[in-house]
């Protein structure tokens, strides 16, 4: 731990990483929009190093984020509206498009 502080945090996260089950965090909907901010704001809410969050936009850069990203695919805003996708162990719950809800999905 002296020789190396950085080290010893890194494996102390290794093994917390280890213990949680990652999951995958998927918000569809226009950046700096309203609706997009206020599911943001309640995932961003927590500490979450276990999660990988991605914003999909609308509009053409939507197909070119799929190539890069192949689990976008699919994903689509409800109802015109954002919406988050939350997918643990290969396995997604609905879609979630109201923040209260969200918020007891990520709780």
């Not at 700096?32 to 276990?50: C, M, Q, Y």
């Not at 890069?68 to 689509?76: A, D, F, N, R, Y």
């Amino acid at each position: 731990v002296e020789k190396s502080p950085p080290s010893h945090t890194h494996f102390l996260m290794a093994i917390w990483l280890e213990q949680t089950r990652p999951i995958d965090i998927t918000v569809v909907g226009n950046p700096g929009a309203a609706d997009t901010e206020k599911l943001l704001s309640v995932i961003n809410h927590k500490f979450r190093p276990e999660a990988t969050i991605t914003l999909k936009p609308l509009g053409r850069e939507e197909e070119n984020l799929e190539k890069i990203i192949p689990s976008l695919k699919g994903k689509e805003g409800v109802d015109g509206k954002a919406t988050v996708y939350a997918c643990q162990d290969f396995t997604c719950q609905p879609p979630v498009t109201d923040p209260n809800e969200l918020g007891l999905l990520l709780h």
